[in-house]
């Protein structure tokens, strides 16, 4: 049988964590995660909690993932170790081809800055800055000067749909437009991997399908691998692989709902 992403079958049986099909048929299986035997420890007194126990799995490039579990599973650590906010206390983290857990705090908040956009659960906009000040923040630690910053702030804030609200200050936002200044201000330095925790998890449902579908445009349109992190099961429909936490244990990695539509879309017509 011809390995390729049109046969559904493929998907079902392969390990979906080495195999994702992307809009064009195109199977990717680089890597822009990778976590081998990933243990993290938090100690506190005499306890442990071991938040992350031997997690091995794969995020191939350009997809859009959702990391989905119980309360208390891990999720948040998992996105912090990918995000190199945090260090496994044993086993390798690989993003983009880069071992993160051979980096020094500098070379780590270097390769942050290039390559990480975080989005949190709560926006984290800085209320006396208005929306254009907000997703200019990353770029004043870059070399680029006014003129440029002005260019990119306004084509970040263009993409997520709101080139009409740069002078607007967050309280004069709704929350899911306070959402999109925070992923405007994630994608502003042209990153490689968006980690969102709980991107939607504030929201009400409309405002929280509206930002579903813009980070799908921002996968399938700009390319950014997403990692996001979700209570939510009908975030499920959005995203090309669900991978499972549970107690710390990586469970199983099934497909989401985008990747049976991407096959759907490519079954060749009667
Ligand atoms: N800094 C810390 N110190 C001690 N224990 C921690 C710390 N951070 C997380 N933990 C513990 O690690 C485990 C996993 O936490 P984590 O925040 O990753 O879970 P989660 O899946 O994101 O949960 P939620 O859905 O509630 O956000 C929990 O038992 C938590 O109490
Ligand atoms: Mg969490």
Known sequence: MRIGCRSRAV?????????????????MNNSAVELEHVTRTYKRDAFEVKALDD??????DHAFVAIMGPSGSGKTTLLNLIAGIDHATSGKV???????????????????????????????????LNAFENVELPLLLTNLSKAERKAHVEAAL???????????YPRQLSGGQEQRVAIARAIV??????????????????????????????????????VMVTHD???????????????GVFVDAAPGGAASK????????A
């Open 11 to 27: 998907v079902k049986t392969a390990d979906v964590s080495k195999l994702t099909c992307n809009l064009d048929g195109e199977i």
């Open 55 to 60: 997690v091995s799995l794969k995020i191939p």
């Open 94 to 128: 690989a993003v983009g081809n880069e071992q993160i857990t051979a980096m020094t705090e500098r070379e780590l908040a270097a390769w942050r800055a290039r390559h990480i956009g975080l989005v949190f659960q709560f926006y984290n906009l800085i209320p006396v």
């Open 158 to 168: 263009k993409a997520v749909g709101l080139a009409d609200r740069m002078d607007h």
């Open 189 to 226: 330095t042209d990153p490689t991997i968006v980690v969102a925790d709980e991107p939607t998890g504030d929201l009400d449902a409309k405002s929280a399908e509206e930002i579903l579908n813009l980070l799908t445009e921002l996968n399938r349109r700009f390319h950014k691998t997403i």
């Open 233 to 247: 099961p009908r975030s499920e429909r959005f995203v090309d692989t669900v991978y499972r936490l549970d107690k």
């Open 262 to 269: 991407a096959a759907t879309a490519l079954q060749p017509q």
